[in-house]
């Protein structure tokens, strides 16, 4: 006979209410992730994937993978080489962000989130138009449309032996039993304000809910709208040397508002340092470089200030991007 514990599916649970959308400590070096409006900043092809764990040392902790990329679709001039532009002693700055000209920009995301004997699956296409308010600032819209499917995976859950209950099986706890599916059509609106000194920008996630949804088993997922506010700005301290304080707020009905703040140490545009303090959760020091003219790399360490301490104190969070038909005089030294 199927066993199951459902006291460990309704923990689980707890933990998918309170958190629906996944948790990034690097989001303000990879903002597409949480304001389709930071698609197309950039002027080339942007690819990025990612691997986060959390709560390393508990058994089906939440791990997320995702692969997103994004590009400008206006037509660009093709440059030409020039041996006078080449970096010197390897030096590799970031890319300058482009303003002070219309543009648009389309992206994707492919996202694997679980936790326990949860799982979602979420493909998403985004678009984003970028209008000029001066030379420097940018003022973009973005939107995304995509598929959510979110599971209860059966195998995941520790079992007991049903015929050890005393009485009648209750009828919800038989139903966990079940595999359950619930697919659905999510949608998402942002805006971005942006030049190569600071940012902030708006989001809304989730925007439908679970108006069109389609099931099978017992599914009982319910997709809230999930607000995100992020702003940094970025302040020169030396000639190599520049610091970008940031801050983020999430809010989700239901949920208590998240806040974080962070900072980030830039040396030479190339190699950064940052810290991060989540509200009564986390931690987080981060590092990363651009290896060269087409490859970025970023690590984050996570060292947990909540209950879950006790059990497990830190998780890992890895990125690798590659930037295709970056101009190679783009802010050269």
Partial sequence: MRKILVILAISV?????????PQFSQYFRNQNLVNPAATGVYDFLDITAGGRMQWLGL???????????????????KSRYNPSIRIANNV?????VKTGKLKHAVGGLFLVDQYGAYRQLNLAGTYSLHIPMTEEINLSFGTSLGLSNRAFLQDKVQTLDVMTLSGPIDQAYSNYSQQANQNTVDLGFGLYLYSND?????????????LISFESGYANYDPR??????????????D??????????????????????????EYNESMWFGMS?????????MAGMNISEKYKFGYSFDYS??????HSSFGHEIVLGIMLGRQKNDKTK
């Fill in 13 to 21: 649970c707890s933990i998918s209410i309170g958190q629906q959308i």
């Fill in 59 to 77: 058994k089906d902790a939440p791990m997320t993978s995702y692969l997103y990329g994004s590009s400008v679709v206006n037509k660009k001039t």
């Fill in 92 to 96: 590799v700055p970031n890319p300058e």
């Fill in 198 to 210: 600071f940012f902030a920008g708006l989001s809304v996630e989730q925007v439908t809910k679970d």
């Fill in 225 to 238: 709208m999930y607000f995100n506010a992020l702003a940094g700005y970025k302040f020169e301290l030396t």
């Fill in 240 to 265: 190599n040397l520049t610091v970008m304080p940031t801050i983020m707020a999430k809010y989700m009905r239901t949920a208590p508002l998240s806040i974080e703040g962070s900072f980030q140490l």
């Fill in 277 to 285: 303090y989540r509200k009564s959760d986390a931690i987080v020091l």
């Fill in 305 to 310: 200030v909540s209950e879950f301490n006790s």
